[in-house]
């Protein structure tokens, strides 16, 4: 069993690997403006799961997605070569779902921030709906009700 730091030095190094082969290598057109975001190694090196992102609309996601599928081989057979362990990591191409969740939240917080100044200018505008102090106090006097 290998040791998380040798794990977590070769994702690094199979990130880079794999972004300079799609930024070089893979000529495949229907291939996007892919940015390659992070890269999870097994603690047995046997595995890699290569996160990444495209630039577009659903069409070049589902064209990128099918261009790293059929570069696989090219791009693992690149890995080895590279990294030169024993075993090279099978591969395996997830995309990224941080942009979108990233972009959903932004919303919900903007829509938040829209709500929170509507209650300020409803608040600001606002009076009591009987007296400004409802609680008993004693009257000058020292006597109570």
């Keep these: 069993m290998a040791d998380s730091g040798r794990a977590r030095k070769l994702a690094e190094r199979v990130q880079q690997v794999v972004a300079q082969m799609i930024d070089t290598k893979v000529k495949d057109p229907r291939l996007g403006f892919v940015t390659v975001t992070d890269v999870r190694v097994t603690g047995d090196l046997q595995h890699a799961d290569v996160y990444y992102t495209v630039?577009?609309?659903?069409?070049?996601?589902?064209?990128?997605?099918k261009a790293l599928e059929s570069a696989k081989g090219l791009i693992r057979s690149e890995v080895g070569k590279q990294t030169g362990i024993r075993l090279t990591p099978t591969l395996a191409f997830h995309l990224d779902a941080v942009p979108e969740t990233a972009a959903h939240l932004e919303d919900a917080l903007s829509e938040a921030a829209r709500r929170d100044a509507e209650v300020a200018r409803l608040a600001a505008g606002a009076r009591y709906a009987g007296e400004a102090d409802p609680y008993r106090r004693p009257d000058e006097d020292g006597t109570e009700d």
Excluded: H, K, V
């Design 55 to 65: 630039l577009g609309d659903a069409e070049s996601r589902e064209g990128s997605a």
